[in-house]
């Protein structure tokens, strides 16, 4: 009878052994925070790859607790944890769900182990290694109680790294714990609203409306693209754009719209990829007291008179092909900060006087000083009388000429001032290039003064600088 109660106590201790082991388990990592290790049912540290059938990260349940009325540290509902490998009072004592296979441990042995386990969960133990009271939160998915059938658990396989599951599906190791999914980074280049630097249209103009009608309206910072096509009308800009915000008129099409007469009053004007001819002279006109005008990518010609007036400030004529004018000049210019680039400026053949670039005294004396002509190709300006630039006017100063090619020219390229005259103070002239010229390529009159360097002379006619001042200094 003795021996039955024995064996009845022993199954009974392994029995309460079975159901408090879990929360024995969660009782000392709370306490210790050691890392658990999972044991095989053969009692030694496996890991995923050990057996193709390894034991699940989450120990079989009890029939008699279900794994829904299991608590977590952390307040949710979860499985038991892990099987633990945990130093007691200096001696390695194994715990793990494969105990009645180990085969060999006595009866007394388990009876005490058994004792000492209980007297550690429900009395606590300062000996246990780390010292350490401060909890620690377990968490993990809820077990469908079936073993081999549980959700992936937060227990680490031995040497601490969890597996976890890639993009791919695949296990990969990933430290101690599973990594969260990283945030793409906000430093990312995100996609241009407007990848090609175009500026959008903030009106559209078809073919057969009014573009002086949509003009009329424009505030700072519009836009308005204008079909192509003949719209036979002249088109004033009154409206002014500002500083960043200018008012833009431009092409929408490969085609160019045409019109007969561009009058620029207002400021901060671009126009673009415009085409200007007709019966106007002239056939463009930028008033005194505009300022900040670009007229760019566009084509005049066929004029009776003048291609263009520009009496404003901070003025740019730049890519743009200029052809076929009266008895008069490509361009009539007055005023500060003109700059004139890339632009193509042939076939002007008169009988009179004929100029690319003419300034003189006028009743309003307005002088031109710091101008710019560069990049521009001129060719085949052709007459008795025609120049390249012809100026004749006191008090202008800061011409720049570089990068320029002049090419069959009838008369006198340059000239610059007149005797008895200021001329010009301070002209650069620099890298261009001066083919069959008919007379002098430059002349320096009045009171002209500058350098001239680094240009190349071929079939002039006359002087390559004739420094009839005797203040340009030729190098």
């Not at 790294?161 to 995100?190: E, I, K, L, Y």
């Amino acid at each position: 009878m003795i021996r039955w109660r024995l064996i009845f106590a022993g199954l009974l201790f392994l029995f309460l052994l079975y159901i408090v082991m879990p929360f024995g388990a969660q009782r000392i990592s709370a306490q210790t925070g050691v890392t658990p290790t999972l044991f095989c049912l053969s009692g030694e540290p496996c890991g995923p790859s050990d057996n193709p059938n390894p034991m699940s990260p989450v120990p079989p349940v009890s029939p008699f607790v279900p794994s829904a009325i299991v608590p977590s540290i952390s307040g949710t509902t979860t499985p038991p944890p892990c099987i633990t490998n945990t130093t007691v009072r200096g001696s390695n004592h194994r715990h793990h769900d494969g105990l009645l296979s180990e085969g060999g441990g006595g009866l007394i042995k388990l009876f005490l182990e058994l004792l000492l386990f209980i007297l550690q969960l429900f009395v606590g133990n300062p000996g246990i290694v780390g010292n350490s009271t401060a909890p620690v939160a377990l968490t993990g998915a809820p077990s469908d109680g079936i073993q081999g059938n549980a959700p992936a658990s937060p227990c680490p396989p031995v040497g601490g790294v969890a597996p976890s599951n890639d993009a791919a599906g695949a296990a990969s190791p990933t430290g101690d714990s599973a990594s969260a999914p990283v945030p793409p980074s906000s430093d990312s280049p995100s996609p241009s609203s407007d990848a090609s630097g175009s500026t959008s249209c903030t009106k559209t103009v078809e073919n057969g409306s009014s573009i002086s009608d949509a003009v009329g309206g424009a505030q700072a910072g519009d836009t308005i693209c204008v079909k192509g096509g003949n719209y036979a009308e002249e088109v004033n800009i009154t409206s002014s754009g500002s500083d960043g915000k200018p008012i833009t008129l431009k092409n929408a099409e490969s085609t160019l719209p045409v019109v007969t007469h561009l009058d620029i009053s207002g400021s901060y004007i671009n126009v673009l990829g415009f085409e200007v001819t007709g019966d106007s002279n002239p056939l463009v006109q930028i008033e005194q007291g505009a300022t900040n005008v670009t007229f760019k990518d566009g084509k005049i010609h066929d004029g009776p008179g003048n291609g263009v007036k520009t009496y404003g400030n901070y003025v740019t004529f730049e890519n743009n092909d200029l052809t076929a004018f009266g008895n008069e000049d490509a361009f009539r210019i007055w005023g500060d900060n003109l700059t004139f680039r890339n632009n193509h400026i042939h076939d002007i053949q008169n009988p009179g006087h004929n100029d690319i670039w003419q300034t003189y005294q006028t009743d309003t004396k307005i002088p031109v000083t710091n101008l710019l002509l560069e990049g521009n190709t001129i060719e085949n300006n052709t007459g008795g009388n025609a120049h390249c630039l012809m100026l004749e006017s006191d008090g202008s100063n800061n011409f720049t000429v570089k990068n320029n090619t002049f090419t069959n020219i009838g008369s006198h390229c340059f000239i610059l001032g007149k005797p008895g005259e200021s001329g010009v103070a301070n002209v650069q002239f620099e890298n261009n290039t001066f083919n069959q010229i008919g007379g002098n390529a430059i002349e320096c009159q009045g009171q002209t003064s500058g350098t001239i360097t680094g240009n190349t002379f071929n079939g002039v006619g006359g002087q390559n600088v004739n420094n009839a001042s005797g203040q340009c200094t030729v190098n």
